[in-house]
Protein backbone atom coordinates (compact mmCIF):
# COMPACT_ATOMS: atom_id res chain seq x y z
CA UNK A 1 0.00 0.00 0.00
CA UNK A 2 2.98 2.63 0.51
CA UNK A 3 4.36 1.64 -2.75
CA UNK A 4 0.66 2.36 -4.51
CA UNK A 5 0.79 5.39 -2.48
CA UNK A 6 4.49 6.06 -3.33
CA UNK A 7 3.72 5.73 -7.26
CA UNK A 8 0.71 8.02 -6.95
CA UNK A 9 2.50 10.84 -5.43
CA UNK A 10 5.18 9.85 -8.39
CA UNK A 11 2.44 11.01 -10.85
CA UNK A 12 1.13 14.25 -9.23
CA UNK A 13 2.30 17.63 -10.30
CA UNK A 14 5.23 19.01 -8.93
CA UNK A 15 3.09 21.65 -6.70
CA UNK A 16 0.89 19.15 -5.18
CA UNK A 17 4.64 17.40 -4.23
CA UNK A 18 4.92 19.00 -0.61
CA UNK A 19 0.94 18.39 0.64
CA UNK A 20 1.27 14.28 -0.27
CA UNK A 21 4.92 14.26 1.82
CA UNK A 22 3.06 15.74 4.65
CA UNK A 23 0.60 13.66 4.56
CA UNK A 24 2.66 10.38 4.02
CA UNK A 25 4.92 11.87 7.09
CA UNK A 26 1.50 11.96 9.66
CA UNK A 27 0.42 8.08 8.16
CA UNK A 28 3.72 6.48 9.36
CA UNK A 29 3.57 8.06 12.74
CA UNK A 30 0.59 7.62 13.82
CA UNK A 31 1.32 3.54 13.18
CA UNK A 32 4.19 3.10 15.01
CA UNK A 33 2.55 5.28 18.18
CA UNK A 34 1.70 2.87 20.84
CA UNK A 35 -2.02 2.09 21.72
CA UNK A 36 -3.82 3.71 24.38
CA UNK A 37 -6.04 2.64 27.37
CA UNK A 38 -9.56 3.54 26.67
CA UNK A 39 -10.58 4.76 29.82
CA UNK A 40 -8.70 6.61 32.69
CA UNK A 41 -9.69 5.85 35.96
CA UNK A 42 -10.43 9.60 37.54
CA UNK A 43 -9.25 10.19 41.03
CA UNK A 44 -11.33 11.29 44.03
CA UNK A 45 -11.21 13.69 46.48
CA UNK A 46 -11.62 12.52 50.31
CA UNK A 47 -10.90 9.33 49.55
CA UNK A 48 -10.32 6.58 52.51
CA UNK A 49 -6.52 5.36 53.09
CA UNK A 50 -7.37 2.36 50.80
CA UNK A 51 -8.44 3.68 48.06
CA UNK A 52 -5.56 6.35 47.73
CA UNK A 53 -3.25 3.04 47.78
CA UNK A 54 -5.06 1.82 44.33
CA UNK A 55 -4.64 5.05 42.84
CA UNK A 56 -2.21 5.43 40.08
CA UNK A 57 1.15 6.59 41.50
CA UNK A 58 1.57 9.18 38.19
CA UNK A 59 -1.99 10.94 39.21
CA UNK A 60 -1.68 13.51 42.51
CA UNK A 61 -4.35 13.48 44.72
CA UNK A 62 -5.06 16.75 46.65
CA UNK A 63 -3.88 16.51 50.30
CA UNK A 64 -6.73 16.27 53.24
CA UNK A 65 -7.34 19.33 54.84
CA UNK A 66 -5.99 19.64 58.77
CA UNK A 67 -8.39 19.40 61.58
CA UNK A 68 -6.32 21.69 63.40
CA UNK A 69 -5.88 24.08 60.64
CA UNK A 70 -6.49 27.69 62.34
CA UNK A 71 -9.81 29.16 61.31
CA UNK A 72 -9.47 32.08 59.15
CA UNK A 73 -10.98 34.33 61.92
CA UNK A 74 -8.86 32.63 64.96
CA UNK A 75 -4.88 33.20 65.54
CA UNK A 76 -2.99 30.68 65.09
CA UNK A 77 -1.39 28.23 67.32
CA UNK A 78 2.27 27.25 68.44
CA UNK A 79 0.85 24.59 69.21
CA UNK A 80 2.92 21.22 67.93
CA UNK A 81 0.48 18.67 65.70
CA UNK A 82 -0.39 14.98 66.53
CA UNK A 83 1.46 14.33 63.19
CA UNK A 84 5.17 15.74 64.22
CA UNK A 85 5.15 12.77 67.26
CA UNK A 86 4.88 15.68 70.10
CA UNK A 87 2.35 15.53 73.12
CA UNK A 88 -0.49 17.62 72.31
CA UNK A 89 -1.22 19.94 75.56
CA UNK A 90 -3.37 18.24 78.19
CA UNK A 91 -5.47 21.67 78.78
CA UNK A 92 -8.26 21.91 77.50
CA UNK A 93 -9.27 24.27 74.73
CA UNK A 94 -11.52 27.08 75.42
CA UNK A 95 -15.11 26.81 74.27
CA UNK A 96 -16.23 28.86 71.92
CA UNK A 97 -19.28 29.85 74.35
CA UNK A 98 -17.40 30.03 76.62
CA UNK A 99 -17.47 33.88 78.84
CA UNK A 100 -14.72 35.72 78.61
CA UNK A 101 -13.77 38.00 81.76
CA UNK A 102 -15.13 41.53 81.53
CA UNK A 103 -12.94 44.17 81.19
CA UNK A 104 -12.04 46.27 84.26
CA UNK A 105 -14.13 49.74 83.91
CA UNK A 106 -11.92 52.31 83.97
CA UNK A 107 -12.44 54.72 86.14
CA UNK A 108 -13.94 58.19 85.11
CA UNK A 109 -11.74 60.73 86.31
CA UNK A 110 -13.37 63.50 89.06
CA UNK A 111 -15.11 65.96 87.41
CA UNK A 112 -13.52 69.10 88.63
CA UNK A 113 -15.32 71.30 91.30
CA UNK A 114 -15.10 75.12 91.47
CA UNK A 115 -13.30 75.99 94.20
CA UNK A 116 -15.23 76.96 97.51
CA UNK A 117 -17.51 80.00 97.97
CA UNK A 118 -16.06 81.41 101.34
CA UNK A 119 -19.24 81.98 103.42
CA UNK A 120 -20.20 85.67 103.39
CA UNK A 121 -21.09 87.37 106.60
CA UNK A 122 -24.92 88.02 107.10
CA UNK A 123 -25.95 91.78 106.12
CA UNK A 124 -26.37 94.17 109.07
CA UNK A 125 -29.37 95.54 109.91
CA UNK A 126 -29.87 99.22 108.59
CA UNK A 127 -29.50 100.65 112.61
CA UNK A 128 -25.67 99.00 112.66
CA UNK A 129 -24.62 100.12 109.20
CA UNK A 130 -25.71 103.68 110.53
CA UNK A 131 -23.37 103.74 113.70
CA UNK A 132 -20.48 103.23 111.62
CA UNK A 133 -21.09 106.42 109.89
CA UNK A 134 -18.20 108.42 109.35
CA UNK A 135 -17.95 110.89 111.90
CA UNK A 136 -18.76 114.65 111.50
CA UNK A 137 -18.05 117.39 113.80
CA UNK A 138 -21.52 118.85 113.24
CA UNK A 139 -22.92 115.61 114.84
CA UNK A 140 -22.22 117.13 118.44
CA UNK A 141 -23.62 120.61 117.79
CA UNK A 142 -26.48 120.75 120.54
CA UNK A 143 -28.67 123.83 121.47
CA UNK A 144 -27.10 126.04 124.66
CA UNK A 145 -29.72 127.61 126.95
CA UNK A 146 -29.84 131.07 125.34
CA UNK A 147 -29.73 130.70 121.68
CA UNK A 148 -26.37 132.09 119.94
CA UNK A 149 -26.37 135.60 118.17
CA UNK A 150 -25.49 134.48 114.76
CA UNK A 151 -29.23 132.48 114.94
CA UNK A 152 -31.09 135.49 116.42
CA UNK A 153 -29.46 137.98 113.59
CA UNK A 154 -30.84 135.11 110.65
CA UNK A 155 -34.12 135.45 112.05
CA UNK A 156 -34.07 139.05 111.80
CA UNK A 157 -32.72 138.64 108.35
CA UNK A 158 -35.56 135.97 107.46
CA UNK A 159 -38.68 138.53 108.65
CA UNK A 160 -37.13 141.63 106.87
CA UNK A 161 -37.48 139.43 103.21
CA UNK A 162 -41.36 138.45 104.75
CA UNK A 163 -40.22 134.88 105.06
CA UNK A 164 -42.51 133.40 107.21
CA UNK A 165 -41.42 130.47 109.23
CA UNK A 166 -41.89 128.65 112.95
CA UNK A 167 -39.46 127.68 115.54
CA UNK A 168 -38.99 124.14 115.37
CA UNK A 169 -38.15 121.55 118.36
CA UNK A 170 -34.00 120.62 118.05
CA UNK A 171 -33.11 117.41 116.16
CA UNK A 172 -30.80 115.35 117.87
CA UNK A 173 -29.60 111.73 116.61
CA UNK A 174 -26.35 110.49 118.63
CA UNK A 175 -26.82 106.71 116.61
CA UNK A 176 -26.25 108.22 113.41
CA UNK A 177 -25.18 111.63 113.84
CA UNK A 178 -27.93 114.27 112.71
CA UNK A 179 -28.60 117.28 114.28
CA UNK A 180 -29.91 120.86 113.73
CA UNK A 181 -29.58 122.45 117.38
CA UNK A 182 -32.11 125.48 116.12
CA UNK A 183 -34.13 124.24 112.96
CA UNK A 184 -36.98 126.37 111.49
CA UNK A 185 -39.93 125.32 109.84
CA UNK A 186 -40.41 127.11 106.37
CA UNK A 187 -43.77 128.53 105.20
CA UNK A 188 -42.74 130.58 102.26
CA UNK A 189 -39.73 132.08 100.72
CA UNK A 190 -40.93 135.42 100.40
CA UNK A 191 -44.12 137.31 100.47
CA UNK A 192 -45.45 135.89 97.69
CA UNK A 193 -43.31 132.51 97.01
CA UNK A 194 -44.90 129.45 98.73
CA UNK A 195 -42.68 126.78 99.42
CA UNK A 196 -44.16 123.12 100.31
CA UNK A 197 -44.53 120.78 101.82
CA UNK A 198 -43.64 120.67 105.17
CA UNK A 199 -39.66 122.04 105.30
CA UNK A 200 -37.64 122.23 107.84
CA UNK A 201 -34.43 123.69 107.45
CA UNK A 202 -31.60 125.57 109.74
CA UNK A 203 -31.34 129.16 109.44
CA UNK A 204 -28.43 129.55 107.28
CA UNK A 205 -30.29 127.23 104.68
CA UNK A 206 -33.42 128.85 104.60
CA UNK A 207 -32.05 132.53 104.58
CA UNK A 208 -30.10 131.04 101.52
CA UNK A 209 -32.98 129.80 99.79
CA UNK A 210 -35.17 132.57 100.05
CA UNK A 211 -32.59 135.05 98.43
CA UNK A 212 -31.99 132.65 95.71
CA UNK A 213 -35.91 132.45 95.28
CA UNK A 214 -36.33 135.98 95.32
CA UNK A 215 -32.88 137.19 93.44
CA UNK A 216 -32.76 134.33 90.49
CA UNK A 217 -36.05 132.78 90.25
CA UNK A 218 -38.41 134.95 90.09
CA UNK A 219 -36.56 137.35 87.29
CA UNK A 220 -35.93 134.36 86.01
CA UNK A 221 -39.33 133.46 85.46
CA UNK A 222 -40.80 136.71 84.67
CA UNK A 223 -38.20 137.28 81.83
CA UNK A 224 -38.79 133.60 79.96
CA UNK A 225 -42.88 133.16 80.56
CA UNK A 226 -43.92 136.65 81.75
CA UNK A 227 -45.06 135.33 84.87
CA UNK A 228 -44.44 135.53 88.84
CA UNK A 229 -42.85 132.89 90.48
CA UNK A 230 -46.12 131.46 93.04
CA UNK A 231 -44.74 128.45 94.70
CA UNK A 232 -41.55 126.22 94.78
CA UNK A 233 -42.41 122.09 95.46
CA UNK A 234 -39.54 120.69 97.34
CA UNK A 235 -38.71 116.95 97.37
CA UNK A 236 -36.35 116.66 100.08
CA UNK A 237 -35.09 118.89 103.05
CA UNK A 238 -34.13 117.68 106.59
CA UNK A 239 -33.86 113.53 106.51
CA UNK A 240 -31.48 111.84 108.91
CA UNK A 241 -29.30 109.32 106.01
CA UNK A 242 -26.33 108.88 104.94
CA UNK A 243 -25.14 110.15 101.44
CA UNK A 244 -26.40 107.31 99.10
CA UNK A 245 -24.02 104.52 98.86
CA UNK A 246 -21.79 105.93 101.36
CA UNK A 247 -20.89 106.21 104.59
CA UNK A 248 -20.76 110.05 104.88
CA UNK A 249 -23.67 111.77 106.19
CA UNK A 250 -25.78 113.77 103.73
CA UNK A 251 -25.97 117.49 104.09
CA UNK A 252 -29.96 116.59 104.87
CA UNK A 253 -28.97 115.32 107.75
CA UNK A 254 -27.92 118.63 109.02
CA UNK A 255 -30.81 120.66 107.62
CA UNK A 256 -27.74 121.72 105.14
CA UNK A 257 -30.04 120.89 101.60
CA UNK A 258 -33.16 121.75 99.75
CA UNK A 259 -34.39 119.76 96.79
CA UNK A 260 -36.64 121.26 94.20
CA UNK A 261 -38.72 119.21 92.28
CA UNK A 262 -40.59 121.86 90.41
CA UNK A 263 -42.11 125.37 90.28
CA UNK A 264 -45.38 126.69 89.71
CA UNK A 265 -45.81 130.31 88.00
CA UNK A 266 -48.99 132.85 88.35
CA UNK A 267 -50.40 131.85 85.52
CA UNK A 268 -50.90 128.52 86.67
CA UNK A 269 -48.16 127.29 84.38
CA UNK A 270 -45.79 123.98 85.85
CA UNK A 271 -41.97 123.77 85.76
CA UNK A 272 -40.98 120.25 86.39
CA UNK A 273 -37.51 119.11 86.40
CA UNK A 274 -36.62 116.28 84.39
CA UNK A 275 -33.71 114.57 82.04
CA UNK A 276 -35.29 116.11 78.61
CA UNK A 277 -37.89 118.78 79.59
CA UNK A 278 -39.74 121.37 76.93
CA UNK A 279 -37.81 123.84 74.96
CA UNK A 280 -38.89 126.83 76.79
CA UNK A 281 -38.88 125.14 80.66
CA UNK A 282 -35.41 123.91 79.66
CA UNK A 283 -33.89 127.27 78.72
CA UNK A 284 -35.92 128.73 82.16
CA UNK A 285 -33.88 125.46 84.27
CA UNK A 286 -30.56 125.91 82.80
CA UNK A 287 -30.88 129.55 84.28
CA UNK A 288 -31.67 128.59 87.32
CA UNK A 289 -29.29 125.72 87.60
CA UNK A 290 -25.95 127.87 86.44
CA UNK A 291 -26.53 130.72 88.35
CA UNK A 292 -27.16 128.89 91.55
CA UNK A 293 -23.66 127.64 91.55
CA UNK A 294 -21.98 130.50 93.64
CA UNK A 295 -24.19 131.14 96.26
CA UNK A 296 -24.81 127.41 97.21
CA UNK A 297 -21.65 125.36 97.26
CA UNK A 298 -22.72 122.01 96.21
CA UNK A 299 -25.63 122.16 92.92
CA UNK A 300 -26.50 118.84 91.42
CA UNK A 301 -29.39 118.06 88.62
CA UNK A 302 -30.59 115.55 85.60
CA UNK A 303 -27.61 114.67 83.67
CA UNK A 304 -25.04 114.39 87.44
CA UNK A 305 -26.34 111.34 88.20
CA UNK A 306 -29.17 108.87 88.64
CA UNK A 307 -30.12 109.83 92.11
CA UNK A 308 -30.85 113.73 91.00
CA UNK A 309 -32.53 113.42 87.69
CA UNK A 310 -35.81 114.64 88.12
CA UNK A 311 -34.64 117.06 90.85
CA UNK A 312 -32.08 120.06 91.87
CA UNK A 313 -30.12 119.17 94.78
CA UNK A 314 -28.82 122.37 96.56
CA UNK A 315 -26.31 122.30 99.77
CA UNK A 316 -23.93 124.41 101.37
CA UNK A 317 -21.80 121.96 102.68
CA UNK A 318 -18.49 123.86 103.63
CA UNK A 319 -15.63 122.82 101.43
CA UNK A 320 -11.82 124.10 101.27
CA UNK A 321 -10.96 127.71 99.86
CA UNK A 322 -15.26 128.45 100.06
CA UNK A 323 -15.06 126.02 96.69
CA UNK A 324 -18.19 124.86 94.54
CA UNK A 325 -19.39 121.67 93.31
CA UNK A 326 -21.48 121.66 90.39
CA UNK A 327 -22.50 119.16 87.91
Do not use: W
Not at 162 to 185: A, L
Amino acid sequence: MAALTLMRLAGLSGAALPLAAATLFVGAALAKSPKLPETVPVPVLNQSQPAQKDAPADVPLPEPRPADAPKPDQPATNEPSQKSGQHKDPRPEPSANAPRPTEKPTEAEPEAQPPPIAPQPPEKPAEAQEEKMLPDPRSADLPEGKMPDEELACRRRLKSMGVDFEEHKPEHNPEIGCSIPYPIMLKTLGKSIAIGPQTELNCEMAEAAARFAADVIQPAAKAEFGADLKSISQASAFVCRPRNGTRKLSEHAFGNALDISSFTLSDGKKIEIGPAPPEKDGKFLNAVRKAACGPFKTVLGPGADADHALHFHLDLEPRRHHGTFCQ
